[in-house]
């Protein structure tokens, strides 16, 4: 494992890849971190910046201004909403701005067992990165101080969208796909999702990179706004780091053992008298690599079990949206049921991919439950479908409604 240096090297998302800069030499483009590596110089300080797809981001109010109380709100909030443990997870925050009673803050996670995955090139060549942060504080950090703006670039297969707002990361979400049709078939309904969760939305300009030049006719004719190209990345301003502590506790001990494979060798150039002790010491250190390396074997089941939690995590990635929880609708349903009208709902089924609600009433009273749940933006998140009634006794009706997410 070599030792991470002076020279900083930075690995963010492309296109269709990763872009390595190192130091103040020309930007370069890799299909794998595999390839990554071998153009890494030896003595590379390595920072990784993840794609948004890669990480988890929300926002919160909290009643709280002091750092160490927000953190430990935060670990409230991310024990409630994720579907595994905590201590599977590397996360930070973000404060964005500040009342005098709270704050509004910005929270990213990560699966350990993804960045495991994702980090598997660079941690088998030894080359784990000094820092993990998120490509999209670098473009937050590209952008003016001041005002409200909508950027986007590509980032391997997706079309990242962020808001910047007073030169802070204030929302970022990617887009499936990198052409216009399906930009702009999800961007408008991704800003009113973020609009009401308390994100300025109301932006001033819009920036692109040049990667994403094929979107500015259709952004500007969209939004009547002006679109610029973004600037050159600099590095973050923000401290986010999500480099697990285990890694960072490796970078430690490997430091440590450079340094004493060094005094190694100028002891046994000034004592040459303790030659056979110091063949001696580098057989213990050969056994030490056996037992490391049998110790690595066992744990290989472990690292299948956690891809397997992964996947598990993926499939579940709806019920860490409130708007999708089955009592969350349930309580909208009941609550567009017109008080003056007689009608109630006779049956209630919820899947992953759908939801199905029955009821029994007159025809006005279906009329007005169906117009006043289309009108609910709770509902926003759901495609919510009709069947035609079927009639009852006495100016009865049975109707069915169907939301299934969008």
């Known amino acids: 494992?070599?030792?991470?240096?002076?020279?900083?090297?930075?690995?963010?998302?492309?296109?269709?890849?990763?872009r390595l800069s190192v130091g103040s030499g020309a930007e370069q483009s890799v299909t794998t971190l595999d390839e990554a590596v071998t153009a890494l110089p030896a003595d590379a300080n390595v920072e990784l910046a993840l794609p948004c797809q890669s990480v988890l981001i929300e926002r919160h109010k909290l009643p709280s201004t002091d750092r160490a109380?927000?953190?430990?709100?935060?670990?409230?909030?991310?024990?409630?909403?994720?579907?595994?443990?905590?201590?599977?997870?590397?996360?930070?925050?973000e404060i964005l701005s500040q009342g005098e009673n709270e704050s509004t803050v910005l929270t990213f996670?990560?699966?350990?067992?993804?960045?495991?995955?994702?980090?598997?090139?660079?941690?088998?060549?030894?080359?784990?990165?000094?820092?993990?942060?998120?490509?999209?504080?670098?473009?937050?950090?590209?952008?003016?101080?001041?005002?409200?703006?909508?950027?986007?670039?590509?980032?391997?297969?997706?079309?990242?969208?962020?808001i910047i707002s007073e030169g802070k990361l204030a929302w970022a979400q990617p887009i499936a796909g990198l052409g216009p049709d399906a930009v702009l078939g999800e961007l408008p309904g991704l800003l009113l999702a973020a609009?009401?969760?308390?994100?300025?939305?109301?932006?001033?300009?819009?920036?692109?990179?040049?990667?994403?030049?094929?979107?500015?006719?259709?952004?500007?004719?969209?939004?009547?706004?002006?679109?610029?190209?973004?600037?050159?990345?600099?590095?973050?301003?923000?401290?986010?780091?999500?480099l697990p502590p285990a890694w960072q506790a490796a970078l430690r001990s490997?430091?440590?053992?450079?340094?004493?494979?060094?005094?190694?060798?100028?002891?046994?150039?000034?004592?040459?008298?303790?030659?056979?002790?110091?063949?001696?010491?580098?057989?213990?250190?050969?056994?030490?690599?056996?037992?490391?390396?049998r110790e690595h074997d066992a744990m290989k089941p472990?690292?299948?079990?956690?891809?397997?939690?992964?996947?598990?995590?993926?499939?579940?990635?709806?019920?860490?949206?409130?708007?999708?929880?089955?009592?969350e609708v349930l309580h909208q349903l009941i609550t567009a049921i017109p008080g003056d009208k007689g009608m109630n709902f006779t049956a209630y089924s919820f899947g992953l991919r759908e939801w199905v609600a029955k009821g029994e009433g007159t025809t006005d009273a279906r009329f007005a439950l169906v117009t006043k749940l289309k009108a609910n933006k709770e509902l926003d998140g759901f495609d919510l479908q009709t069947p035609p009634e079927q009639p009852l006794k006495d100016n009865q009706v049975t109707f069915t409604i169907t939301g299934k997410p969008r």
């Open 109 to 162: 996670a990560a699966s350990r067992a993804q960045l495991d995955t994702l980090c598997a090139p660079l941690r088998e060549k030894g080359r784990i990165p000094a820092r993990i942060t998120l490509h999209a504080l670098r473009v937050a950090a590209s952008c003016p101080d001041a005002g409200t703006i909508l950027a986007l670039w590509p980032e391997q297969g997706q079309t990242a969208c962020a």
């Open 254 to 293: 490997r430091a440590r053992g450079d340094s004493l494979k060094q005094n190694l060798i100028v002891a046994g150039v000034v004592w040459l008298v303790l030659i056979a002790g110091a063949f001696g010491y580098l057989a213990w250190l050969k056994n030490r690599v056996q037992v490391v390396k």
């Open 1 to 18: 494992m070599k030792q991470n240096g002076a020279t900083p090297a930075l690995l963010g998302p492309d296109a269709h890849g990763w």
């Open 302 to 327: 472990r690292f299948a079990g956690i891809e397997k939690q992964m996947a598990r995590w993926e499939s579940l990635a709806p019920v860490i949206e409130p708007k999708r929880y089955i009592t």
């Open 195 to 242: 609009e009401l969760q308390g994100v300025p939305a109301d932006f001033s300009e819009i920036r692109i990179s040049e990667e994403a030049g094929d979107l500015a006719d259709g952004l500007a004719q969209h939004f009547g706004k002006p679109v610029l190209r973004l600037g050159p990345l600099p590095g973050a301003k923000s401290d986010l780091d999500l």
């Open 69 to 93: 109380e927000l953190a430990d709100m935060l670990q409230l909030q991310l024990e409630k909403t994720l579907p595994y443990p905590l201590e599977d997870v590397s996360h930070g925050f």
